[in-house]
């Protein structure tokens, strides 16, 4: 499995982090809008997703399953990607083999520094969050922490209010 380097934020504003991407030489890349789709997991591991991902209206569509520990801090998620060619058929068969937990919509900006992906989410029900993932790729663990923690200080994501949990347990807590 591959392996990220993950932070969350709620923020009262979005507008504001603008000027921390211009000052962190972060680059644009596009906004979508996504239905992520979480499905019940029966296992013992540490807190086990899966998720089929809609992207802007089903022209691509990803499940991904990952294992993250529900913290605050940041934290290191293990996961795999699969691209769906038929995300109609594979909705309809694991929501009657698995249930559906809760279903996530929001727009999302993705923005990138290095290895960084830098996440701008308006989240329905939910309001605006800043998600970082500093990808373990082709950089030693020690240079992902510290690209990591650079985007941090930053984007000073040590002013918000940072969030535990998956946006599907956000959504199943104020239900």
Same mark, same amino acid.
């Given at each position: 499995?591959a ?9 009262? /504003?979005? !507008?504001?982090f603008? =000027? ?6 972060a680059?644009? @890349?596009e ?5 992520d789709?979480?499905?019940?997991? =029966? #296992?013992?591991?540490c ?9 802007d ?5 990803w499940?991904i399953?990952?294992?993250r520990?529900?913290?605050?801090a #940041?934290r290191? #998620? ?6 769906? %060619?038929? =995300? ?8 009657a083999?698995?249930?559906?937990k809760?279903? %996530? &919509? &929001? ?6 520094f290095n290895?960084?992906?830098? @996440?701008?989410?308006? %989240?329905? *029900?939910?309001?605006q969050f800043?998600e970082?993932?500093t990808?373990? @790729?082709?950089?030693?663990?020690? !240079?992902?922490?510290?690209? @990591?923690?650079?985007v941090k200080?930053?984007?000073?994501? *040590?002013t918000?209010d =940072?969030?535990?949990? #998956?946006? /599907? ?5 104020? /239900?």
């Amino acid at each position: 499995m591959a392996t990220n380097l993950e932070f969350k934020a709620q923020c009262q /504003s979005l !507008e504001s982090f603008y =000027p921390r991407l211009a000052d962190l030489n972060a680059t644009y @890349h596009e906004t979508v809008r996504q239905i992520d789709t979480y499905f019940y997991v =029966p #296992s013992e591991k540490c807190q086990p997703r899966l998720k089929l991902r809609e992207i802007d209206e089903i022209t691509e569509a990803w499940l991904i399953y990952y294992e993250r520990p529900n913290m605050e801090a #940041s934290r290191y #998620s293990q996961y795999q990607l699969c691209e769906i %060619v038929n =995300p109609v058929t594979l909705k309809a068969f694991l929501t009657a083999a698995l249930g559906i937990k809760a279903i %996530v &919509k &929001k727009q999302r900006e993705l923005w990138m520094f290095n290895h960084t992906r830098i @996440h701008l989410d308006t %989240v329905a *029900d939910l309001g605006q969050f800043v998600e970082l993932e500093t990808v373990f @790729h082709g950089q030693t663990k020690t !240079e992902a922490v510290n690209e @990591h923690q650079h985007v941090k200080t930053i984007l000073r994501l *040590d002013t918000t209010d =940072p969030v535990a949990v #998956s946006y /599907s347990d956000l959504i199943v807590q104020r /239900s």
